[in-house]
């Protein structure tokens, strides 16, 4: 099972964009039969079949084993990853995004959708894939916001050029600030 599991056709994210599915996708976090997953679920071993066979052809399912249950072969299904992200591309772009300035919403969303497309490339299959996450909040008064960011984009360019030389392994650095919606 992979971690994450990254759509970009639109007919997979249809596949999965049903509530009933979704459910059934839930339930095969382990390896189990349809019958199984009905009985958790309070349906009918077929119903939940047409489900799996329609995850299963989208590739978000996959069999797993099988076994023999009264002469009859009884498929063992598990989710193909831990998660599913869909791509910004599944809906494309809606008008346009406002991105001139490093400082709006629109070049963030830009950053982020771009982030999530270079995530989703890596190869997962890698035994090691040296990454960090970093996460936090900052409160900063209204007076010395421009006196952070100015020493935030210092820090950084530091990093970049005391490190963006042409050896090594390349790694893309990527900061988001923004507001944190709630206030504590």
Not at 14 to 39: G, M, N, Y
Not at 50 to 72: F, M, N, P, T, W
Request: with cysteine.
């Amino acid at each position: 099972m992979r971690d994450v599991m990254y759509l970009e056709q639109i007919e997979q994210a249809e596949t999965l964009l049903k509530p009933q599915r979704i459910e059934v996708l839930r339930q095969l976090a382990e390896p189990h039969t349809c019958t199984e997953v009905a009985t958790q679920l309070g349906q009918t071993p077929q119903r939940v079949y047409y489900h799996v066979k329609r995850l299963v052809e989208a590739g978000l399912v996959d069999q797993v084993s099988e076994r023999k249950v009264r002469g009859i072969h009884e498929g063992i299904y598990q989710a193909s990853a831990r998660s599913y992200w869909l791509s910004p591309r599944l809906v494309g772009r809606l008008g346009l995004r406002k991105t001139q300035d490093a400082m709006s919403l629109g070049y963030l969303l830009n950053l982020m959708e771009e982030v999530q497309a270079d995530i989703a490339a890596l190869d997962r299959t890698a035994p090691e894939l040296p990454s960090i996450g970093v996460s936090g909040e900052i409160r900063v008064p209204a007076e010395l916001r421009q006196q952070f960011l100015t020493d935030l984009q210092t820090t950084l360019q530091d990093l970049f050029t005391r490190y963006g030389g042409s050896e090594g392994d390349a790694f893309k650095l990527a900061v988001a600030c923004y507001p944190h919606g709630s206030s504590k």
